[in-house]
């Protein structure tokens, strides 16, 4: 089989998922449609419809896109069988009903940004980098009817540094991503669409725990002070810059502050746990007993800044220790 008589029905919405597409595309790959979310409306009226950042590259290449409310609409399907998909390639897009996975002849496969079987869900980068880890990677698996436990196909990892945030490892991920993405293509057009997986199974056998990677709500970003000053690092460079990891802050309610980057001093307090406080010029949070420094902050409707200028905005607010 050639590249190009594979049709590659391709399922993507963000930035995430562009290169993925572009590398196809460059490659010489028969991508015959795109299927990605409808227009978001933005303003302050939602009266400008912004398209999917996949969509546009799909415009500017002349594919077609298909962007359907509902994914067991009857149009859609119908429209989507007329594509006569061999494999369908998902990458950061929503959950798929049976009827859409099921339809290529040699399934559809995801590109998750984690090395399955942990980090199931949907904030797979941010939980990596809360939980401490080291490590991560990129997963290509077929789709089943459950979330994110299909075969596994290829996998491919990449360190975690000590100082990156979600923003950084996204960047490495999406590059991987597209490399894997294409590599699994390769190995399928080699085959004729047959291509050797495995069940997860085989690899949950030898984990001791399982990290799950849920969505994330306001709800679940606010920083516990009493945890260790590691522990509050991980959590905000785990959600810097997007959603990002906020805090009370000062006696009215509504007030919050949102903390972008910091820094582990090492340093032992005696400050109760949460405090802001100014010591050498520095921003401090108390943190397990450690002083934690804040080097990128935001509070409620103002702007995000670095802490020499909250500091000199909030001289009569924090104390100096």
């Known amino acids: ?70 994914m067991k609409d009857e149009s859609f399907l119908k429209e989507l069988n007329e594509y006569h998909p061999d494999v369908q390639v998902v990458v950061a897009f929503r959950m798929l009903p049976e009827v859409v996975w099921a339809l290529p002849r040699f399934g559809t496969f995801n590109v998750h940004a984690a090395l399955l079987p942990q980090y199931r869900g949907a904030a797979p980068i941010n939980w990596a980098i ?19 436990t299909g075969r596994i196909i290829m996998q491919r990892e990449m360190p975690i540094g000590a100082e990156d945030n979600v923003e950084t490892v996204y960047d490495r991920l999406m ?54 000053a590691k522990q509050v690092h991980n959590f905000i460079r785990g959600l810097s810059p997007i959603p990002g990891a906020w805090a009370p802050f000062g006696s009215d309610a509504r007030q919050t502050i949102k903390i972008y980057e910091s820094h582990i001093t090492g340093i032992c307090t005696d400050q109760p746990a949460g405090t802001l406080f100014s010591y050498q010029g520095r921003l401090m949070a108390s943190a397990g007993g450690e002083m934690l420094e804040l080097l990128q902050v935001q509070l409620s409707g103002k702007r995000r800044m670095a802490s020499k200028d909250f500091l000199n905005g909030m001289k009569t607010s924090i104390a100096e220790v």
């Open 130 to 148: 809360i939980n401490g880890e080291e490590r991560t990677g990129v997963t290509t698996f077929f789709l089943d009817r459950n979330i994110d």
């Open 1 to 70: 089989m050639k590249k190009e008589e594979l049709r590659i029905v391709f399922m993507g919405t963000p930035e995430f998922a562009v290169p993925t597409l572009q590398a196809l595309v460059e490659g010489g790959y028969n991508v015959v449609c795109v299927v990605t979310q409808p227009d978001k409306p933005v303003g302050k009226h939602h009266h400008t419809l912004q398209p999917p950042a996949v969509k546009v590259y799909a415009n500017e290449h002349g594919i077609p896109v298909l962007q359907p409310d509902k």
């Open 175 to 228: 590059r991987l991503g597209a490399e894997i993405a294409v590599e699994t293509i390769d190995r399928m057009i080699e085959g004729n669409g047959k291509i050797d997986s495995i069940p997860q199974e085989q690899l949950i056998s030898g984990v001791e725990k399982l990290n799950d990677a849920p969505k994330l709500f306001k709800e679940n970003c606010i920083i516990n002070w009493n945890m260790s």
